[in-house]
């Protein structure tokens, strides 16, 4: 995963896959996922492809007819519109309303999924950190904030609680988390992550120099963990400010790595 | 030009290249453009799509819409399809009914031309052959045949004589030529290549092990250069039989070098 420049054999018989995002300049999974596929001898090869909104129903339309396409990965904005564009979808990437990977299957149907979540939680185990049984603060409740939400439930977490600035997208998510997950206690009231074990930033607050800080780092407590879904830059302000304050820090980085092999595997990828 | 194995670094920032084809499996344009891309330190890198007939227009239609895609090549059997799924297209695609180079504009325009006859002709010049003033011979009145014809009547030859075995292909071919070079000999009556300088196969016949000869060698005469566009086998049975009659041989391999270098110089890349 450090390989930073992709070796990449291409002919008329190498798979095609692709990252479909706007902007797409500064997505890394070509490179990750280059790597992996040479690392593994499979004879495919991952592009990015600039793609805006009006244009993802056109686009996704054409490439089901793409018969060496093995698959697609889907990066904002379009992971919300690209649920609707798929022939077939998992029940995770119903609940969370969104997906963020597609595999082509010979018939040319589109089947989507979304790993954002379960990325996350593996993120954290690979890093020794068990979120079953924790109490937990979500900061958003965007598309991320849904995906990591959902997948907190499914491995039996303590408590959520969600703090978003419209607080009705919060609302909206804790709703449908109460439908699925009836005995989970769901919390949109709380402002302040004291007394939650693990307090997980979703918001793109952190990635551009300057913005604010999602929440008020004074409020953190030494016991906690604190979490980014935010790769670039690694340490984000919060994170800083929390290792200040003594708390465990997890970067955006382990996300994106458990992903990629979950994708691998989805595209069928040995 | 012999570069097998393609080294490509591929981020978000890469431009796209593909040739589409049915199948595309044989290509070899995905080697020879993205060893050019490296030689010439282009952020780009070229991939082959397999599409059918059938789902050309969907695919072409969904690939306007991405934004960082520089061209496309299109081979067989598409080329006479995709001409009308330009937008745009030069005289002499129109001129030929087909075109096997795209590029995509700014806008999302898409601008067809055809390299094959050009190409040809180019192949032809970089190993000292110059066609203006001879008597030309081509056997077949596909795509690849109106392509070469229209390049050969546009640099001058002194005459073209088409047979084919479906005649009315050749008449039509005759036809058109006739409307645009209406100064220029064309023949479809003449069944053998006595008298002509330069005799080019564009059939398929050679391909395939077992194909019968294209035309029967024992007409060839030692003055006549013999052309083929068949890349693979590099001599099919027709040069080898002509090289035995003492015919200079000229094979399919340098129209795909000299194509390489004027789709490079149409899709932008310096």
Chains 1, 2 share one sequence.
Do not use: W
Not at 64 to 80: C, D, E, R, S
Not at 85 to 93: I, M
Not at 116 to 143: C, K, N, Q, S, Y
């Amino acid at each position: 995963m450090k390989e930073r420049n992709t070796v990449v054999d291409i002919t008329g018989r190498t798979k095609l896959f692709a990252i479909i995002g706007d902007p797409v300049r500064q997505v890394k999974t070509p490179e990750v996922i280059n790597a992996l596929l040479r690392e593994r001898g499979f004879d495919g090869v991952m592009v990015a492809i600039h793609v805006a909104p009006d244009a993802l129903s056109a686009v996704l339309h054409g490439m089901k007819h793409m018969q060496n396409l093995g698959g697609l990965i889907i990066t904002v904005p379009h992971k919300t519109q690209a649920i609707a564009l798929c022939d077939d979808v998992t029940t995770r990437a119903q609940l969370v309303g969104a997906v963020n990977c597609i595999r082509r299957e010979p018939s040319g149907a589109l089947t989507g999924t979304i790993f954002d979540g379960t990325g996350f939680i593996e993120g954290l185990r690979g890093h020794g950190i068990e979120p079953r049984g924790m109490a937990t603060f979500i900061v958003g409740a965007g598309g991320a904030a849904n995906a990591i939400a959902f997948a907190l439930a499914e491995v039996g977490v303590l408590r959520i609680s969600i703090v978003n600035r419209t607080a009705k997208k919060a609302d909206d998510l804790a709703a449908r988390l109460r439908a699925r997950y009836p005995a989970l206690p769901i919390d949109t009231q709380m402002a302040v992550p004291t007394g939650h074990d693990l307090v997980i930033n979703t918001t793109s607050l952190g990635l551009s120099p300057g913005d604010p800080l999602p929440i008020d780092p004074a409020l953190l407590e030494p016991s906690q963990i604190i979490a980014e879904i935010i790769m670039q830059p690694e340490l984000t302000p919060l994170l800083v400010a929390a290792g200040v304050r003594g708390c465990r820090v997890h970067p955006g980085r382990p996300m994106l790595d458990a992903q990629i092999d979950l994708m691998a595997a989805y595209f069928g990828i040995p």
